[in-house]
């Protein structure tokens, strides 16, 4: 019997107090309550679409703005994802994603590779959908690659309406790094020719 990839990990700080649950092998199962009402919708449809289960509560700084929650978020879910990886035997490793959203377009693509980095490219046309500051996406993309520790690309490849273009870029995300996580039973040890990740 394979051993579970799951990860529970807590982080508190002067402006954000957060834990997150995390099941690799879900089924996408989401219970997720950070006080950012559009940004639990994202996060819902990340776990979803990766068919993670997943357990997200995070109090932090709201009255200021959400911008730490959103980021710390992005920290924790990023640790919680190296922690269930373990020594990354077996993974597909590298995984892209087109996902379309009405007239939105959107590709991930992600390589699990010990490199925490992210380019995301999301022209995004109004600043805030509803209280959420759009600039948030592209913060959480950046704190989650880097504490994963995976290259991330994110790109838009067509889009008119916000919401959709942060939807389709979380569901984007999620979908890859299913993939990309997955256990590949032609993969034998780790997939990299320097053999660790």
């Keep these: 019997m394979p051993m579970a990839r799951t990860a529970e990990v807590t982080r508190t700080t002067g402006e954000t107090d957060i834990t997150i649950k995390l099941d690799l092998d879900g089924t996408g199962i989401c219970d997720i309550a950070t006080g950012v009402p559009f940004f639990d919708h994202m996060l819902n449809a ?86 959420f500051d759009t600039e948030l996406a592209v913060e959480f993309f950046y704190a989650f690659a880097r504490d994963a520790r995976v290259t991330l690309h994110v790109r838009e490849l067509a889009g008119a309406n916000s919401h959709h273009i942060i939807e389709a870029a979380f569901k984007a995300v999620g979908r890859c790094m299913r993939f990309a996580c997955e256990l ?9 020719t320097k053999g660790s990740l």
């Excluded at 924790?76 to 009405?102: E, S, W, Y």
């Excluded at 590949?184 to 990299?192: A, E, I, K, L």
């Design 46 to 131: 990340f776990g979803r679409h990766g068919q993670f289960d997943l357990t997200v509560r995070a109090t932090g700084d709201v009255e200021v703005d959400a911008h730490h929650t959103v980021e710390d978020t992005g920290i924790v879910l990023g640790q919680a994802f190296a922690a269930a990886l373990g020594d990354k035997a077996g993974i597909a490793r590298f995984a892209d994603v087109a996902i379309p959203m009405d007239e939105t377009l959107v590709m991930a693509a992600v390589d699990i590779s010990g490199r925490g980095q992210a380019y995301c490219d999301l022209p995004l046309p109004t600043e805030q959908v509803g209280a």
């Design 184 to 192: 590949d039973p032609r993969v034998v040890g780790v997939p990299s």
